[in-house]
């Protein structure tokens, strides 16, 4: 199958069956090449139901996944989104691609740079930086909306801090192994939480997520 082709498949037997709705997204899911952001031996299982390591421990999320955390955020076009855990930087692509505003954060310099040379070569504009993105990205802040790749043990306040009110972050929170995907809204200074389902991501390491010697 060639990879246009295991795409659409993808879109429409993994994600509108389970609620993905929202047309941009699904726009930016066909669009995307999924298969540039897995390793080079890894890309004929790009569009399965299923994460895939790209080393350092590190994954890309299931496609499902990515689709319903980008949908939970209600984006709007040239809309400030901060990511944390550029990853791969499939999720960066997903969001640059419906006409956001990202910057992204990233632990390991190996990844951010991997992933920043995949988005230019594909004509994304998205800023990256090598650092702890529990602590997100004030220079640029705030943000509509903050999305967080990796699991941690509890909100981080220095994210809620650089999220505007009314703005919205997913992010999930839980133990080491089993967490929620959790919305927050920022409504004059409050949380509103709001669970989406269980979820198993990578850790979030940093200051205000889990200690950096914890593997």
């Known amino acids: 199958m060639k990879f246009a ?5 993808m879109v429409y037997s993994q994600l509108t069956p389970r609620g993905i709705t929202d047309k941009n997204v699904i726009r930016a899911f066909l669009k995307v090449p999924r298969e540039l ?55 960066a692509a997903i969001l640059a691609e419906m006409g956001c505003l990202v910057y992204s954060v990233e632990r390991y310099s190996s990844l951010a740079e991997k992933a920043g040379t995949i988005l230019r070569e594909l004509g994304y504009e998205v800023k990256i930086k090598v650092g702890d993105g529990t602590l997100g990205w004030v220079e640029f802040s705030p943000f509509d909306k903050i999305i967080v790749t990796a699991g941690g043990p509890r909100i981080p306040d220095s994210l809620f801090a650089q999220l505007k009110d009314k703005g919205r972050m997913v992010i999930p929170v839980g133990d080491l192994y089993y967490q929620e995907l959790t919305l927050v809204t920022r409504l004059k200074g409050r949380r509103k939480t709001e669970s989406l389902g269980g979820c198993q991501f990578v850790k979030l390491h940093g200051r205000e997520g889990w200690p950096e010697d914890l593997r």
Request: proline content about 5%; hydrophobic content about 30%.
């Open 5 to 9: 082709e295991a795409r659409k498949e």
């Open 37 to 91: 952001f897995v390793p080079y031996g890894e890309r004929s299982f790009a569009y399965e139901d299923g994460p895939l390591s790209i080393g350092a421990g590190q994954t890309i999320s299931q496609p499902y996944i990515v689709a319903l955390m980008t949908q939970s955020l209600k984006l709007k076009r040239d809309e400030k989104v901060l990511e944390i855990g550029t990853g791969s930087g499939y999720q």
